[in-house]
């Protein structure tokens, strides 16, 4: 996925992604609406490994800077991923799912992130890791 994300975001990527996955999501099943973690979620993809085509899609709704007003919603088929900026776009799935639905998730960040980011970005990476490492520490015990 890299070489493919690379070319999406005009960017060099670190080699090593985040994945989530392989998960399964059965009827009812919605995602709310989020930002996904700026210090390991920037460029994202979210691919489609197995739906039964037979019934409604589950799409993904997209809300931020750059989507057309009101939002967007993507659905995949099969073998098919949807690549968009995952800490900068709010992203969910909002319709409950009528069947199954397995997906696979990758994340990347480009080198030197955040170095040439703004310096919101900047800002909000470096509480996120504050936080985060906090919260490590409660969790170890330290």
């Known amino acids: 996925m890299r070489p493919i994300l690379e070319a999406f975001c005009d960017c060099a990527l670190a ?4 994945v989530h996955g392989l998960r399964t999501y059965l009827p009812g099943a919605t995602l709310a ?4 973690w700026p210090d390991a979620w920037v460029v994202s993809a979210t ?3 197995r739906r039964n085509a037979s019934l409604p899609p ?15 919603a993507v659905a995949l088929r099969e073998g098919e991923a949807l690549l968009y900026e995952g800490s900068r776009l709010w992203h969910g799935r909002p319709q409950p799912l009528s069947g199954e639905y397995t997906g696979l998730f990758v994340g990347f960040v480009p080198l030197d992130y955040p170095a040439h980011a703004g310096l919101a970005t900047r800002a909000i990476h470096a509480a996120v ?6 919260a490590f520490r409660r969790y170890r015990g330290h």
Do not use: I
């Open 33 to 36: 609406a989020h930002l996904d």
């Open 129 to 134: 890791r504050v936080v985060k490492a906090a």
């Open 58 to 72: 589950w799409p993904v709704a997209l809300h931020g800077r750059g989507v057309p007003r009101g939002g967007t």
């Open 47 to 49: 691919l489609c490994v």
């Open 15 to 18: 080699p090593s992604p985040r």
